[in-house]
């Protein structure tokens, strides 16, 4: 995720793992599609954020969550709404999300060795 991110290891100190589809689903729920409970772990729900900026979020909507997203320092962060699926989080967006990371990840580890 370091390398996807392109964090080194002392910016990752300020770092923790968020959930952009929350664990539990908030009450008013618009912007969440989940048939999958699978979905919430996989790397593509997974994210590094500002711990400062992940205590506020909680179970907040995708699009709170958004305005969040958008304050950090890691450009991929502000730009997650481009896996939305009809303006909300879904399975769908998390397997895109995950291809894509997989995909970096593969091609950052093919150039090592060239």
Same mark, same amino acid.
């Given at each position: 995720?370091l390398i996807y991110l392109n964090l080194d290891k002392e910016q990752e100190k300020n770092f923790t793992i968020e959930h952009i589809m929350p664990q539990t689903l908030p009450a008013d729920n618009k912007t969440?599609?989940? &048939?999958?409970?699978?979905?919430? *772990? $996989?790397?593509?729900?997974?994210?590094?954020?500002?711990?400062?900026?992940?205590?506020?979020?909680? *179970?907040?909507?995708?699009?709170? $969550?958004?305005?969040?997203?958008? $304050?950090?320092?890691?450009?991929?962060?502000? &730009?997650?709404?481009?896996?939305?699926? &009809?303006?909300?989080?879904?399975?769908?967006?998390? &397997?895109?999300?995950?291809?894509?990371?997989?995909?970096?990840?593969? *091609?950052?580890?093919?150039?090592?060795?060239?």
């Open positions: 995720m969440y599609i989940n &048939k999958n409970k699978k979905c919430i *772990n $996989k790397i593509g729900n997974l994210t590094l954020l500002e711990e400062k900026i992940n205590t506020k979020l909680g *179970n907040k909507n995708f699009n709170e $969550k958004m305005k969040e997203y958008k $304050k950090s320092v890691i450009i991929k962060n502000r &730009k997650l709404n481009k896996f939305l699926v &009809k303006n909300s989080w879904t399975d769908e967006s998390i &397997k895109k999300r995950e291809e894509e990371i997989i995909n970096y990840i593969w *091609n950052f580890l093919l150039n090592l060795s060239k």
